[in-house]
């Protein structure tokens, strides 16, 4: 039996785009000769759709859909995502369902079981966990059909209930299938793997894992769709970070293949357990190595250049600008958008004030020169001179503050959406994921834009992602890596007045957001009590500014945003 | 048996200040010699504490509360909201846990079964449902104990598939006791009566029920804690916005209560069905007067109050700023913020551009000087001009356009900030649903703010509420009331360039928003197809503009930000 793993890229509620590159590939996989053909989870309306589910409208759409899908399904196995009405009266509404339609006709559904809903996840908000499990036949063989997160329920501790594969197994499938939307966070790289590799080992069955890709907003699809037969050798790898689409062979292919080392998988210790999902790195002191090791750099970059991409041509743009100082942060977005959305569509402003330093220009439009893309420099002084004198009555003869430093950074932001507003740009934002966390950054200023690039890159990541970046030459100019961090906004200011050092910060950070551990735990790692207690109050004090930003392409396992969910009133640590 | 409900707002995460609520009435209903003392879900850390449950510290503090409530048990039952955590391996780490304790020892516990995971609830994020459920005996009574949403399964199409008092029945208890953080919506007042009601009529058996009160960030609850006998009397209603504490006794009162009319409940037509959840009025020409009946706009306004007071008393500030432009929308907002924080905490700064009318001003002083509060004007006309001049050689001779416009009010929003900066208030922003909902707005302009009063209330419903603000005598000048509305960024302009008039706008809106009501449905209402899809794609297309929007205090039960959650790079209807 040939079948065919289709790894495409959706665009949530577009159905006639999603229907045309699903249907494109039936035709493809039937010249080619294939029996069946496998598409992602809920890929009919992409993933994930959220409250468009609560619609009827949208709802309708997806069985449109299916209808559409099934009348290219002659001498062809379908296998599609797409929600499904529960037909009975108790529970919500709708089921996660993987169809296969055969002959014009269904010849069998699957239901999602295990419905995460945590981080990024709410699957439970619209789906009734499915309670029936059965093994589907298509042409002599019985397929156990699961979605994503069925399969991932392994472990001594696990966070469902029930395990779909442990009911199905009772009915003697020959084939595992599974469809999946799995998102890429750099923390979980070969725990794909690894659970497909312990499902095969467990069940003794070969298993066709289809995984979409593209970037959803925030959220980053990374492909890399697998075929593992049933001693756990991969037979096929799919790409990462692009669209594929790939045959195998499963009758003459598999029962022959001899052990492929290059293609066999090298088990690893991954714990399966409920902390699976949190963060794996458990020693205080190689938390920077991690974070900064090359791998996980080469993959973040790669996901943040799908993610801007995706967000351009999915929101039906194609022109980013953004603020250029000078520093790490925004010479790091502009080579990232420069080389998603080529140099000729990305446009730097360079916007000095009275506490610019010199260098800070020359650095911005050395690193333009560079990349190649449009610069132009705007002096805010005047408009900060403006600002200043309509606020003499107010302010009187008060000291220089905070406020004076944040109508710095807002004249920027103004400057730079009148721009954006006038020609069509978005916005980049250039915060890193270590300003977010303790609001280091102004409030419709800095903080401004339609995307944030690094919004869940620490500053130490930043750092090497400059490096990665110039690995093959010099594009970001040395200056701007090696000088110290500045706002610049009064004078001889240095992050450093505010903020502890950076490698030191991002170990706290990274201690509490991705890992949730308490005080306690990461004072025990050594660093002084004050310092922790400094820096947990400074990232929940802050959870109002966060609540404000824009959306963050998310790379790590607990990014901000829609995977971190904190009330703003609350008061703890804070 | 003397049973008190204490009605308590609580601060989430502050678990000293809420002890200490919750211990000081234990000992006042030790004094008024009460049997047993009920308080509301998860009242030991607060409700909603969202992602802090994910914090094994939070957990242990929660713990650390349960034995400080239980030192306070002597010769008296406490029955207490806090998590649990889930002694079995399988399925997530915690329940909502219902907890009785009596001299000193934890009498016995009860599990939330149905787990509210939609709108502006996330419960299964964090707890797995209980699957065992049993009586509590207390001082010779069998006790049936819930949390919230597990009385609220009824109708012939419930959400959940377990119904938790059909299990507890069956163990013949002699009451039944509901824990809740039931939040208000001006659509829900009737519905919790008539859900305990039903209960009460169904299982023959009288119920305390004992709701939390107090705003999270943008979540109100609203009281109104219950106690029916089992004949479907009301036998105590409690306090709706404020705190209150009751005693009634079990077993004196009820069996002798006469059917008392001036309580006995008048049963709604109400179903209990899975649509309860979505918005229930039905004809699409009453929309319009639901939507601003007087009962309801009285509930609104009390509810804003709340939310306004309790945002800034949990934050830690006490003054409020905003922008006072003489439109109905800021002069509704100043109103409310003066009730709610006093005169003397509020500043209203107004900033004519060269395109504002000189009634703007007038009206706005007018405004300030009826309510008592401060207020400055600072003309913008010269910063307009500096960012002109600085604009000019990127925007050369182009036309006027929203650039222009967005240049305005984004100065406002930096003149704001830079007062709420140096003085320390807390910016409120004036925006109303029907903007929000179109987009009509600027990011980081008049969509600034800390918190939204009036981002949940519909324009039509700005105008009742002002009416009712001006029901002892005229606090909001007629003027701005009767005046058109305009946001005043170019010469002559009005809403009603860009937006269908309010009244239909609003009522399209409603349909799409509160009842998911798709184009053809809202179509056959009679408003034209061409119109219908043009709002529709502006709701659907302004998604990242809201994304990026401040907390909006939620009156209706489909507000935007936390509790409706759209894909921003989808396209649907778009």
Chains 1, 2 share one sequence.
Request: aromatic share 10%; glycine share 6%.
């Amino acid at each position: 039996m040939k079948i065919v793993l289709a790894q495409q890229n959706y665009h949530i509620g577009n159905f006639e785009e999603n229907l045309k590159k699903i249907i494109d590939a039936i035709h493809r996989a039937k010249e080619e000769k294939a029996d069946l053909i496998v598409f992602s989870e809920l890929s009919i309306c992409g993933y994930p759709p959220r409250d468009f589910l609560e619609f009827e409208d949208f709802i309708g759409k997806c069985y449109e859909g299916i209808d559409i899908v099934k009348e290219h399904t002659q001498n062809i196995g379908v296998i599609v995502g797409s929600p499904m009405r529960n037909p009975e009266i108790e529970g919500k509404d709708l089921f996660n369902a993987a169809w296969l339609l055969y002959q014009k006709e269904v010849k069998g559904v699957a239901h999602k079981t295990c419905l995460p809903t945590y981080d990024v996840f709410d699957e439970y908000r619209y789906f009734e966990p499915g309670y029936q499990w059965n093994t589907i036949d298509f042409k002599g063989k019985k397929i156990a059909l699961t979605i994503c997160e069925d399969i991932w329920n392994l472990g001594d501790n696990p966070l469902y209930r029930i395990c779909p594969m442990d009911e199905l197994i009772k009915q003697h499938p020959d084939l595992m299938i599974n469809i999946s939307a799995s998102p890429f966070d750099y923390d979980h790289d070969e725990d794909r793997k690894e659970v497909i590799r312990r499902n095969v080992l467990k069940y003794k069955l070969p298993m066709i894992y289809c995984n979409a890709i593209g970037s959803q907003t925030e959220v980053v699809f990374d492909g890399g769709s697998l075929v593992f037969d049933a001693n756990g050798n991969i037979i096929k790898e799919l790409k990462y970070f692009e669209e594929d689409f790939a045959m195998v062979d499963f009758v003459n292919d598999w029962s022959k293949m001899p052990n492929n080392n290059s293609l066999n998988y090298q088990p690893s210790a991954t714990s399966f357990d409920k902390e699976m999902r949190v963060a794996k790195i458990n020693d205080p002191d190689k938390i920077i190595d991690y974070l900064t090791a090359e791998n996980n750099i080469c993959q973040i970059h790669d996901a943040l250049i799908l993610g801007v991409r995706d967000y351009f041509s999915k929101m039906g743009f194609s022109k980013a600008i953004l603020g250029s100082s000078g520093g790490i942060d925004s010479a790091v977005t502009l080579a990232l958008a420069c080389e998603a959305l080529g140099k000729e569509n990305v446009r730097a402003v360079l916007m000095p004030s009275p506490y610019s330093t010199s260098h800070s220009v020359s650095d911005a439009e050395q690193l333009s020169k560079n990349l190649g893309n449009d610069y132009d420099i705007i002096p805010i002084k005047n408009i900060y001179d403006s600002f200043l004198s309509a606020l003499k009555p107010v302010f009187n003869d008060l000291p220089f503050s905070i406020a004076e430093e944040n109508i710095q950074s807002r004249t920027r932001g103004n400057l730079l959406m009148a721009i954006a507003n006038k020609f069509g740009y978005i916005l980049l934002n250039t915060s890193n994921k270590s300003e977010l966390a303790t609001g280091y950054g102004t409030l419709y200023g800095d903080m401004a834009g339609g995307l944030s690039v690094l919004g869940d890159v620490y500053k130490m990541q930043v750092y090497a992602l400059a490096k990665y970046i110039n690995r093959d030459g010099e594009v970001i100019p040395k200056n701007i890596i090696s000088k110290e961090p500045s706002a610049e906004l009064r004078p001889d200011q240095k992050d450093s007045d505010s903020l502890p050092a950076y490698n030191i910060l991002d170990k706290v950070l990274y201690q509490y957001i991705e890992k949730r551990q308490g005080p306690k735990e990461i004072i025990a790692m050594g660093i002084e009590e004050a310092l922790v207690k400094r820096i947990l109050k400074l990232v929940n004090t802050n959870e109002y500014k966060r609540n404000q930003f824009c959306p963050i392409i998310r790379v790590s396992c607990k990014a901000f945003s829609v995977g971190r969910r904190v009330p703003i009133v609350g008061k703890y640590l804070s």
